[in-house]
């Protein structure tokens, strides 16, 4: 079994910065795309940044810029940099991988943690 587990969300001001992260635990073998998502209170689950297994970035048009997604493959964590936040970030920001455990590779979600911006 593996899972995925995110901290480092709060309470921030309009145009702090925060840095999510997501460590990755369990028998895990190998890690495969790596995303960050986000939901908002009535809206849809949207993709925010994802990295391949090979290194490949992309970003979600309303945060480039001010987001970036990095990993660190020995300690199996992926990060969220988000700077000059607004508060249309406001939402729960979910980790997503794809793991490989023993002969099997599965999709992974995290439990979330909250981003609230305002002041």
């Known amino acids: 079994q593996a899972q995925l587990v995110e901290s480092g969300g709060g309470l921030v001001q309009p145009g702090g910065s925060l840095r999510l992260s997501c460590a990755a635990s369990?028998?895990?073998?190998?890690?495969?795309?790596m995303d960050w998502y986000r939901q908002a209170p009535g809206k849809q689950r949207e993709l925010v940044a994802s990295?391949?297994?090979?290194?490949?970035?992309n970003y979600a048009d309303s945060v480039k810029g001010r987001f970036t997604i990095s990993r660190d493959i020995a300690k199996k964590m992926v990060y969220l940099q988000m700077n000059s936040l607004k508060p249309e970030d406001t939402a729960v920001y979910y980790c997503?991988?794809?793991?490989?455990?023993?002969?099997?590779?599965?999709?992974?979600w995290g439990q979330g943690t909250q981003v609230t911006v305002s002041s």
């Open positions: 990295i391949s297994s090979g290194g490949s970035i």
């Open positions: 369990g028998r895990i073998s190998e890690i495969y795309a």
């Open positions: 997503n991988g794809d793991l490989r455990v023993g002969l099997s590779v599965r999709n992974y």
